[in-house]
């Protein structure tokens, strides 16, 4: 459970297609962190609509689209940038690299890398217990997966069993808005569930609106997301891979996913 005695802000917002943007403060401590930096102008609007100062870029996978900003932001603010050591080379600006198991502290908060490769090889997650929180960049989405663009079924599966052990309250944010999309996908492969089909109506009333579909919480997804519910008869019968491995079911709902 998350500590009451300590409050992370959490700053969330759309930026360039698709992505999100999101920024942590500790009023505390005063400390901001952005969890990658898709967008530098739409970082430093946001940063200037809560009237904080950027300390940190806690960067999740080297694609473009999540570190376009590293250089711009750490000129202007000499930032610290945070990332996976795997993929030091490819991330620029790249300060303190991390991998599994490493813990570092943000104001009031202890930080936990969880490493979730599968899309890219070295993909990290940052999860902050006290907060009752994770940021899983572009492995786990609402509703879905990364593609597995330097990974393979069997890597991802991995990556995805570390983070539905987490309780099931922790808050998820993501890398991308791909809710609605990723709710057709999963009604396909799980008709008949009832939880999902209630969801998919409330993603599409968000999404008409124009609103935001995250966070969502890791019980939620292991009820409604497909790509976690491996272990479900109906998906199973569906897929026609009844007495199969998990991983192979998984597999076979990741290849899908990608032809759907």
């Known amino acids: 459970m998350p500590r009451s005695d300590k409050r992370l802000d959490i700053e969330q917002f759309i930026c360039r297609s698709d992505n999100y943007g999101v920024l942590i403060h500790d009023p505390e401590s005063e400390l901001t962190a952005s969890i990658d930096a898709p967008d530098a102008d739409a970082i430093e609007a946001a940063l200037e609509r809560r009237g904080?100062?950027?300390?940190?870029?806690?960067?999740?996978?080297?694609?473009?689209?999540?570190v376009e900003g590293n250089e711009t932001l750490k000129a202007k603010f000499g930032i610290s940038i945070i990332g996976p050591g795997e993929e030091a080379a490819k991330i620029p600006g790249l300060d303190r690299p991390v991998g599994d198991g490493d813990e570092f502290t943000f104001g009031l908060f202890q930080v936990?890398?969880?490493?979730?490769?599968?899309?890219?090889?070295?993909?990290?997650?940052?999860?902050?217990?006290?907060?009752?929180?994770?940021?899983?960049?572009?492995?786990?989405?609402?509703?879905?997966?990364?593609?597995?663009?330097?990974?393979?079924?069997?890597?991802?599966?991995?990556?995805?069993?570390k983070l539905i052990a987490l309780p099931g309250e922790t808050a998820v944010y993501c890398g991308h808005e791909y809710t609605e999309s990723n709710a057709r996908f999963a009604l396909s492969v799980d008709p008949g569930n009832s939880a999902l089909k209630e969801r998919a109506l409330e993603i599409a009333r968000l999404r008409?609106?124009?609103?935001?579909?995250?966070?969502?919480?890791?019980?939620?997804?292991?009820?409604?997301?497909?790509?976690?519910?491996?272990?479900?008869?109906?998906?199973?019968?569906?897929?026609?891979?009844?007495?199969?491995?998990?991983?192979?079911?998984?597999?076979?709902?990741r290849k899908r996913k990608d032809l759907f």
């Open 52 to 66: 904080w100062t950027l300390d940190f870029i806690f960067t999740t996978h080297h694609h473009l689209d999540h």
């Open 112 to 161: 936990q890398v969880i490493s979730t490769p599968g899309h890219t090889a070295g993909e990290i997650s940052y999860y902050l217990p006290d907060a009752g929180v994770v940021f899983t960049g572009d492995t786990l989405f609402a509703l879905g997966c990364g593609r597995l663009f330097e990974g393979n079924p069997a890597t991802m599966f991995r990556s995805l069993q």
């Open 208 to 253: 008409a609106a124009d609103r935001m579909t995250l966070p969502t919480t890791i019980a939620l997804e292991m009820a409604t997301n497909p790509f976690l519910r491996w272990h479900d008869a109906g998906i199973r019968a569906r897929l026609g891979l009844q007495d199969a491995p998990d991983e192979v079911v998984f597999a076979e709902i």
